[in-house]
């Protein structure tokens, strides 16, 4: 086998006396040299876990596959509760507090669905957002676990960027939602076997292309969007039908809502996310949690 062409770290070192070659070692990043037993051992774990990571993508993809046509014939709620029917392991809800995600949390608790309640506390929310995360928790008797950054990167980000870099280029809005929601992101689902959100087809051209039920290679799990194919206005109807609080600065314009110095309210007519990060190319709007 052509190690050095399987693993491209790898290189080769010819050992040469008076113009013989006479040895040969293997070269990783083009400096520490190891042996071909290590190298080769190197080669096996790579390719068993390539293999095995394959092999999940497959399984995942197949689920999603037959997940798919039986949950889009089935009402949000009942979307639900098949998942839960069909998904051994944990199932972790995300929250961010806004309009889809207090009504799919009512969804939740009213059936007594089984899944781990999160939120991610970017830091930058608004007061408003705080006030209604301490409320839904009396009203539905739950603790809704927060992730938070890691505060040495929060800490690296502001020094370098400063504490709104965020508006200065995409690179540092990106590098900012990358710290304060994608990394934590990852932290709340590991090990989930399902991942619930509630993103809608209408909120976005971007969400229009994505699906009902879809696994995620990078996460590793099945991800449903139960009110993938609800609008607004029906999600609204909902939630003034249960009487679920909702947060106040939806009435302001707010059609979404996430940080504050990253969100403004819309005008009548805006697409519902134009109020995020309204500086930057409309088409290009996510945080990177939804990729
Ligand atoms: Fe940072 Fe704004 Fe992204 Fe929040 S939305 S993580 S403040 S860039």
Same mark, same amino acid.
């Given at each position: 086998?052509?190690?050095?062409?399987?693993?491209?770290?790898?290189?080769?070192?010819?050992?040469?006396?008076?113009?013989?070659?006479?040895?040969?070692?293997?070269?990783?990043?083009?400096?520490?040299?190891?042996?071909?037993?290590?190298?080769?051992?190197?080669?096996?774990?790579?390719?068993?876990?390539?293999?095995?990571?394959?092999?999940? +993508? &497959?399984?995942? /993809? #197949?689920?999603?596959?037959?997940? *798919?046509?039986?949950?889009?014939?089935? @009402?949000?709620?009942? %979307? $639900?509760?098949?998942?839960?029917?069909?998904?051994?392991?944990?199932?972790?809800?995300?929250?961010?507090?806004?309009?889809?995600?207090?009504?799919?949390?009512?969804?939740?608790?009213?059936?007594?669905?089984?899944?781990?309640?999160?939120?991610?506390?970017?830091?930058?929310?608004?007061?408003?957002?705080?006030?209604?995360?301490?409320?839904?928790?009396?009203?539905?008797?739950?603790?809704?676990?927060?992730?938070?950054?890691? +505060? &040495?990167?929060? /800490? #690296?980000?502001?020094?370098?960027? *400063?504490?709104?870099?965020?508006?200065? @280029?995409?690179?540092? %809005? $990106?590098?900012?939602?990358?710290?304060?929601?994608?990394?934590?992101?990852?932290?709340?689902?590991?090990?989930?076997?399902?991942?619930?959100?509630?993103?809608?087809?209408?909120?976005?051209?971007?969400?229009?292309?994505?699906?009902?039920?879809?696994?995620?290679?990078?996460?590793?799990?099945?991800?449903?969007?139960?009110?993938?194919?609800?609008?607004?206005?029906?999600?609204?109807?909902?939630?003034?039908?249960?009487?679920?609080?909702?947060?106040?600065?939806?009435?302001?314009?707010?059609?979404?809502?996430?940080?504050?110095?990253?969100?403004?309210?819309?005008?009548?007519?805006?697409?519902?996310?134009?109020?995020?990060?309204?500086?930057?190319?409309?088409?290009?709007?996510?945080?990177?949690?939804?990729?």
């Amino acid at each position: 086998m052509n190690y050095s062409d399987e693993i491209p770290e790898l290189g080769r070192v010819a050992t040469e006396l008076d113009g013989r070659i006479i040895g040969g070692r293997l070269t990783v990043n083009g400096a520490a040299t190891v042996s071909k037993a290590t190298a080769a051992s190197k080669i096996n774990v790579q390719t068993k876990r390539k293999k095995e990571a394959q092999t999940l +993508q &497959a399984k995942l /993809a #197949a689920k999603a596959a037959q997940l *798919g046509p039986l949950l889009r014939e089935l @009402s949000p709620i009942d %979307r $639900l509760r098949k998942l839960r029917e069909e998904i051994t392991g944990r199932i972790v809800f995300t929250t961010s507090f806004g309009l889809e995600d207090q009504v799919i949390l009512q969804m939740l608790v009213e059936s007594d669905i089984d899944v781990d309640l999160v939120t991610l506390d970017t830091g930058r929310l608004f007061p408003q957002t705080y006030d209604l995360w301490a409320e839904i928790e009396i009203r539905v008797g739950r603790r809704i676990r927060a992730i938070y950054p890691q +505060q &040495a990167e929060v /800490a #690296a980000l502001v020094d370098r960027e *400063g504490i709104n870099g965020f508006y200065k @280029s995409r690179e540092a %809005r $990106l590098s900012c939602c990358h710290i304060r929601k994608v990394e934590p992101l990852g932290r709340a689902l590991a090990g989930a076997q399902a991942w619930i959100t509630g993103l809608r087809a209408e909120q976005s051209a971007g969400r229009r292309d994505m699906a009902l039920v879809s696994s995620e290679k990078d996460c590793r799990l099945i991800k449903l969007n139960p009110l993938f194919d609800w609008n607004r206005k029906t999600v609204y109807d909902f939630a003034t039908s249960h009487n679920i609080p909702l947060n106040p600065l939806h009435a302001k314009g707010f059609a979404s809502i996430g940080c504050a110095p990253c969100t403004r309210a819309i005008a009548p007519g805006e697409p519902e996310r134009a109020g995020r990060w309204w500086w930057e190319d409309e088409t290009k709007k996510e945080c990177g949690l939804h990729v």
